[in-house]
C-alpha cells in the first residue's frame, strides 16, 4: 500500500509564507506525476500545481507567481511553497501523486488525508 503525509499546514497572516510537504512511502516502484489540491470551505476541491516527473510544472491562474511546487525523487516527497498568501488562499490542501506499485506494474492515483491552511487577514 501506498500513504501519502502532508505536513507543514497551519495559520499564516496575509502577506505571509507558508512550505506544505507531501511524502510518499510504502510499496512503491516509481512515481510519475505529484499534484496539491485545495478545497475552500464550501467549494470543491482544485488543481493547485502539478508536477511531471521530469519537472515541468503548472499552475492555477490563482496561484502563479506566488506558489511554487518542487520534488526530490530521492525522498519521494513533494513540496508546495506559497508566499504573499492571500485569505482566498484559505482551504485544505491535499497532495495526490501517480505512483506504480511493484505488484501490478499500473499506475495509480493515491491521495493524502490533507492539511489545514489558514490565513488571515
Known amino acids: 500500500q501506498v500513504q501519502l503525509v502532508e505536513s507543514g499546514g497551519g495559520l499564516a497572516q496575509a502577506g505571509g509564507s507558508l512550505r506544505l510537504s507531501c511524502a510518499a512511502s510504502?510499496?512503491?516502484?516509481?512515481?510519475?506525476?505529484m499534484a496539491w489540491y485545495r478545497q475552500p470551505p464550501g467549494k470543491q476541491r482544485e488543481l493547485v500545481a502539478h508536477?511531471?516527473?521530469?519537472?515541468?510544472?503548472d499552475y492555477a491562474d490563482s496561484v502563479t507567481g506566488r506558489f511554487t511546487i518542487s520534488r526530490d525523487n530521492a525522498k519521494n516527497t513533494a513540496y508546495l511553497q506559497m508566499n504573499n498568501l492571500k485569505p482566498e488562499d484559505t482551504a485544505v490542501y491535499y497532495c495526490?501523486?501517480?505512483?506504480?506499485?511493484?505488484?501490478?506494474?499500473?499506475?495509480?492515483?493515491?491521495w493524502g488525508r490533507g492539511t489545514q491552511v489558514t490565513v488571515s487577514s
Open positions: 510504502g510499496s512503491i516502484r516509481s512515481i510519475s506525476a
Open positions: 495526490a501523486a501517480s505512483v506504480v506499485v511493484p505488484t501490478t506494474s499500473i499506475l495509480s492515483r493515491y
Open positions: 508536477i511531471a516527473s521530469g519537472g515541468s510544472t
